[in-house]
């Protein structure tokens, strides 16, 4: 059973930064893309950032130039970079890992989360 644990979460004031980890149980040449979603109370999971094996990534709008996805294949970890954060950043961040089980049927693989908070 993959196993994806994450790190890094905490309370941090609005401007600083956190960095997130989750590190896989099996080689992250396995899964074709990790990416992390956060979830903020009484919304839906939303995506953050996601990164492939080729190291292509992408960013929710929402995000874009302050976060960083990025990947250490020798660690099976990849890390989300937060910088200049915001109360409306305040979510529990998860770990996701996509595998390409058969023509377009992925099997995704989560983390259990951790919470991050943002205050002003």
């Known amino acids: 059973q993959v196993q994806l644990v994450e790190s890094g979460g905490g309370s941090v004031q609005a401007g600083g930064s956190l960095r997130l980890s989750c590190t896989a149980s099996?080689?992250?040449?396995?899964?074709?893309?990790m990416s992390w979603y956060r979830q903020a109370p009484g919304k839906q999971r939303e995506l953050v950032a996601g990164i492939d094996t080729r190291g292509t990534s992408n960013y929710a709008d929402s995000v874009k130039g302050r976060f960083t996805i990025s990947r250490d294949n020798a660690k099976n970890t990849v890390y989300l970079q937060m910088n200049n954060l915001k109360p409306e950043d305040t979510a529990v961040y998860y770990c996701n890992a996509k595998r390409l089980v058969i023509a377009n049927i992925f099997t995704d693989y989560w983390g259990q989360g951790t919470q991050v908070t943002v205050s002003s």
């Open positions: 099996e080689s992250s040449f396995s899964f074709n893309a």
